[in-house]
């Protein structure tokens, strides 16, 4: 995991990719094209391009019009403004219509560290997975974004791409393959499941290589679509372990801590562990320093791991 890639970089050249591919693809932005990377694909085609200004609710209400008419918009904002701005058409129009909309949230979690709470995403995946018809997809890596870009414009129906504006480690190659409603499993162990979604996934690597210094032979999955969510590997997972810790950088409270338990609680309850943002507003800082402060990092993992390993029957 040495080379490391912004993940706004790769979404901003696949979606260019993309337009090249099919000129059905048209591009919204809230006036923010330079900082979502929307810009690169306004570039090359300027006349399928749309910055409609600090305007997120038309931005949203336009890509459900152009949907209708067979168009695939992608409609770009930071996280934080498409579940606060937008939410209001995201709802009514582009969801409960079932309209082909993807909806690009970039600078998820904290990522937008120095920007502060006004700025940082942790209440987006709670309110996207709780509307009829979305799908919501979190990326963890350059490699997942473009894949998942992809699979987000292929797809027929409403997509929340969950976004970071970080530089973060390639966790995977080329030949990754990806699947919307598919988890990844990408360590062999039988102690404890740690289920991760975004950057956590890259710190949950870090947790298990630290948790092998212990003895404890940690399993990492990687949700990246947490609705559709994995149930079965999640099932396979806690009847093999017997014990699961989820991390995600996201409010503790609806996001995937929640779709886990969900899960879990109705077809084999194992002692879990939520690891996300303790329901707190968070502050501006360095983004590394932010994370470790609110408990988004590689040893809180281990420390959770071994509580949630002394539950264990």
């Known amino acids: 995991m040495a080379n490391k890639k912004a993940i706004r970089d790769a979404y901003g050249e696949v979606l260019l990719e993309i337009g090249k591919e099919n000129k059905d693809v048209v591009v919204l932005d809230a006036d923010v094209a330079s900082s979502s990377k929307s810009g690169v694909f306004?570039?090359?085609?300027?006349?399928?391009?749309?910055?409609?200004?600090?305007?997120?609710?038309?931005?949203?209400?336009i890509a459900a019009g152009l949907a209708t008419t067979g168009k695939i918009p992608f409609i770009n904002t930071f996280?934080?403004?498409?579940?606060?701005?937008?939410?209001?058409?995201?709802r009514s129009l582009i969801a409960y219509t079932n309209l082909n909309v993807k909806l690009a949230g970039t600078y998820a979690g904290l990522s937008d560290s120095y920007d502060g709470a006004s700025h940082h995403a942790i209440a987006d995946i709670a309110f996207m997975r709780a509307l009829p018809n979305m799908t919501v997809i979190s990326?963890?890596?350059?490699?997942?974004?473009?894949?998942?870009?992809?699979?987000?414009?292929?797809?027929?129906?409403?997509?929340?791409?969950?976004?970071?504006?970080?530089?973060?480690?390639?966790?995977?190659d080329e030949s990754y393959e990806f699947e919307i409603g598919k988890g990844v499993q990408l360590t062999e162990g039988n102690d404890v499941t740690i289920v991760a979604t975004g950057y956590m996934v890259t710190k949950s690597l870090e947790a298990a290589e630290l948790l092998k210094s212990k003895g404890i032979k940690a399993?990492?999955?990687?949700?990246?679509?947490?609705?559709?969510?994995?149930?079965?590997?999640?099932?396979?997972?806690?009847?093999?372990t017997g014990a699961v810790v989820t991390a995600e950088e996201h409010n503790v409270y609806g996001g995937l801590g929640s779709a886990v338990s969900e899960v879990l609680i109705k077809e084999y309850p194992v002692p879990m562990e939520i690891i996300g943002v303790e329901d707190t507003f968070t502050e501006s800082g360095d983004y590394e320093e932010l994370l470790e402060k609110y408990g988004l990092s590689a040893g809180n993992i281990v420390s959770k791991v071994e509580a949630v390993m002394k539950k264990k029957k």
């Open 42 to 61: 306004g570039k090359e085609f300027p006349d399928r391009f749309f910055n409609v200004g600090i305007a997120e609710a038309n931005m949203a209400a």
């Open 79 to 90: 996280a934080a403004f498409m579940v606060l701005r937008a939410a209001d058409p995201a």
């Open 139 to 172: 990326v963890a890596d350059a490699v997942e974004t473009a894949k998942a870009t992809k699979a987000a414009a292929a797809y027929n129906g409403p997509v929340y791409l969950r976004l970071s504006r970080a530089e973060v480690p390639i966790i995977f």
């Open 219 to 240: 399993r990492v999955v990687n949700i990246h679509t947490i609705k559709p969510i994995d149930k079965e590997l999640l099932i396979k997972c806690a009847q093999e």
